[in-house]
């Protein structure tokens, strides 16, 4: 019979003081200005919020058709939290679209569908033409340089939407900026990807913004949620790594003016082991004009591309806080997948029956996730680079095998440097290495 006896068992939910004080959640809706939060209240069946790209979509209890149908272009503003704290905006948008269903099992229900920053009466995907410098003069490489706020201000002007830039973005120069018969949506979005930034409209700000990875438009961190076992964790499915999606290095040529010919520039993105082993090669597929052009879509390439290593999405209690572009620190999954993971974006859910909620979509772009599993991984080459990485002899074996250990936890190599089976995190079964406040894992006999 097996013997169970030594196996733990999860902890009870603790929580937080924060997390035990929130038993009941509070949704409010604001139609062009009017509270219908009362009115709405015995009708809404569900609230689900989407910030990258932002959309709002609410499902209406219609099972006698007396609901009314709210205006199309209508200003909607939806507030989220909890009753024994403040309420939080979520959603700032126009209404676009409404759908009216039936089924047998569900009678008839109406879906109000919103979208952030934009609505049918303005320009934002109206394909345009407007350019900004007059590029190089004869027997020069480069002429007078333009910030890139310049051109974006103008084509943001144009399209009728208001826009904000990190301050680094908007110093970005070049002697030529283009916009080709193409939508301002197609012109922002475009120019984002280049210098590796996120443009997507921001629910608080009630505007649209070009900005880093990890940072608001003023150049500050974004912050951090937790998403903690035994607290406000619901669920997770993280992929930190994801081999299909990986790139090692970025090219983009240009045309020497000066020289007479096309020039190459090749630069690795030297990622952490193991996207570090990626060989493929992330390029445009179009020349730059200059020199400095294609520097800065190189360097544009390797934060896109950092997105890419990864993916995976957490669930946890309604946090009205959470946004894209925010950091998540999971902690109670297990050691090499705690850690912290950078949020592409965020979907608030509020249903009748299911409470609140939010759904946490994660990249590994400046994730310290998965980190001590691929740490360990790292050292399987042979001894010399085992030692490079901190690692400690423990014993010899007879065999000739040698153990090594760290913070990270065990690792076996051959007497050539091969790896012996499989890493073993610190805190785990068979590990030599408890990592710090863990508490050791009993064996496990059967």
Not at 32 to 42: A, I, S
Not at 92 to 109: A, C, K, L, P
Not at 224 to 249: D, E, H, M, Q, Y
Request: proline letters at 7%.
């Amino acid at each position: 019979m097996s013997d169970i006896s030594s196996i733990t068992t999860p902890s009870p939910f603790t929580g937080t003081n924060q997390q035990t004080r929130r038993e009941q959640a509070y949704c409010k809706v604001w139609v062009n200005g009017f509270d219908v939060t009362t009115r709405l209240q015995e009708y809404l069946l569900k609230v689900h919020i989407t910030d990258f790209p932002a959309v709002c979509e609410i499902d209406i209890d219609d099972r006698y058709g007396e609901v009314p149908i709210p205006p199309m272009g209508a200003k909607l503003v939806v507030e989220l939290g909890w009753q024994t704290e403040g309420l939080v905006q979520v959603f700032v948008g126009t209404i676009s679209q409404i759908e009216h269903s039936f089924s047998r099992d569900r009678g008839r229900w109406m879906t109000v569908v919103a979208n952030g920053g934009t609505s049918f009466t303005d320009n934002f995907k109206t394909p345009m033409s407007d350019h900004v410098g007059e590029g190089a003069p004869p027997g020069q490489t480069t002429g007078t340089p333009h910030p890139f706020s310049e051109i974006a201000q103008q084509v943001a002007g144009n399209g009728g939407i208001p826009l904000q830039l990190h301050p680094e973005i908007s110093q970005i120069a070049r002697d030529w900026w283009a916009q080709s018969h193409e939508s301002p949506m197609s012109f922002l979005t475009r120019h984002a990807n280049e210098f590796g930034g996120i443009f997507n409209f921001n629910m608080v700000s009630g505007s649209f913004e070009i900005t880093k990875l990890g940072e608001d438009v003023g150049g500050n961190p974004t912050g951090i949620i937790n998403a903690t076992w035994a607290n406000n964790l619901i669920s997770w499915k993280i992929f930190p790594f994801a081999a299909r999606s990986l790139w090692g290095s970025s090219s983009q040529s240009f045309y020497d003016i000066a020289k007479g010919q096309w020039n190459k520039i090749n630069s690795p993105f030297n990622f952490d082991h193991p996207w570090s082993a990626a060989e493929a090669i992330f390029a445009g597929a179009n020349p730059a004009p200059n020199e400095d052009v294609a520097n800065q879509q190189t360097e544009g390439n390797k934060d896109l591309a950092s997105q890419y290593i990864g993916n995976g999405v957490i669930v946890i209690n309604g946090e009205p806080s959470a946004h894209y572009n925010m950091f998540v620190q999971l902690t109670g999954a297990r050691p090499g997948v705690d850690g912290l993971y950078h949020i592409y974006s965020t979907e608030h859910t509020y249903e009748r029956g299911g409470g609140y909620t939010t759904t946490i979509n994660l990249d590994p772009f400046g994730a310290t996730g998965g980190a001590a599993l691929f740490g360990l991984m790292q050292a399987k080459t042979n001894i010399t680079s085992v030692g490079a990485q901190g690692w400690t002899t423990q014993t010899t074996l007879p065999n000739g095998n040698t153990v090594f250990t760290s913070a990270l936890g065990t690792i076996v190599l051959d007497p050539a440097g091969n790896l012996v089976g499989q890493p073993i995190p610190a805190g785990q079964p068979g590990s030599t290495q408890t990592a710090p406040n863990a508490t050791p894992a009993p064996p496990i006999s059967f």
